[in-house]
């Protein structure tokens, strides 16, 4: 009977090990974290992550099989997803528990994000002050990624469009941006170039990741997509 329960037991810890196993290899986070943002095409999570059509699709084949992420079709078109909210706080969880207890994370973090030299909100100040008219939230993710879901009432900008756009934010209000998560450097490269222009910035800590890991509230302007 020990035997048994036993041999249970490790089929069971061999089904958390495909979860792993899945998670297991930087692309596949890598698309975890786009399709946390909403649903992409295949041809845009391999242009956004920078692999073949043929490569990004054995990563997604490898994250559905483990149940990760879902599908549904437009016409000759397969649109992907996560499964589920739960999907992105797993994701979320991950880089937690990495920048925790590997050192190396931090000077990955620098290299990549650049100085700590950007003035930062935390998500409970953003949602005290949001309805306020004190400040305006400002999304600079592309512009598909802004349509798929956002934060109630935050205006879009993407990243690369914003120098010549400007105009279309206050110059009296401070700026909150953001963007995918506490690891992506579109809303430090958007803080340091509204401080350029005399702008009072700040970025939000974390971005629609930890957003949406929370259950957090976000508005979605794609038709046939949820937020």
Do not use: N
């Not at 003035?119 to 004190?134: F, I, P, Q």
């Not at 949406?212 to 997509?225: F, K, Q």
């Amino acid at each position: 009977m020990a035997f048994e329960r036993s041999d249970a037991r490790v089929a069971l810890f061999q089904e958390f090990a495909q979860v792993g196993k899945a998670l297991a290899h930087p692309s596949r986070l890598q698309l975890l974290d786009r399709l946390a943002q909403g649903e992409h095409t295949v041809e845009a999570l391999a242009a956004g992550i920078g692999a073949g059509l043929t490569t990004c699709s054995a990563h997604l084949q490898v994250l559905k099989q483990a149940r990760l992420v879902a599908t549904r079709r437009d016409g000759t078109r397969i649109h992907y997803r996560l499964a589920g909210d739960d999907v992105a706080g797993l994701l979320a969880g991950i880089q937690r528990v990495a920048a925790a207890h590997r050192a190396e994370v931090t000077t990955a973090r620098v290299t990549y994000l650049g100085p700590e030299d950007t003035a930062a909100v935390g998500r409970d100040e953003l949602l005290s002050r949001a309805g306020s008219g004190e400040l305006t939230v400002l999304d600079v993710r592309p512009t598909e990624e802004f349509a798929a879901g956002h934060i109630p009432g935050a205006v879009g900008i993407p990243l690369d469009e914003l120098e010549e756009r400007l105009a279309e934010l206050p110059a009296d209000a401070e700026i909150v941006a953001y963007c995918r998560g506490e690891f992506c450097v579109l809303s430090h490269d958007a803080v340091r170039l509204l401080t350029r222009h005399g702008y009072r910035a700040r970025r939000l800590v974390d971005g629609i990741l930890e957003w949406r890991e929370a259950g957090l509230p976000m508005h979605s302007e794609s038709p046939g997509r949820t937020a």
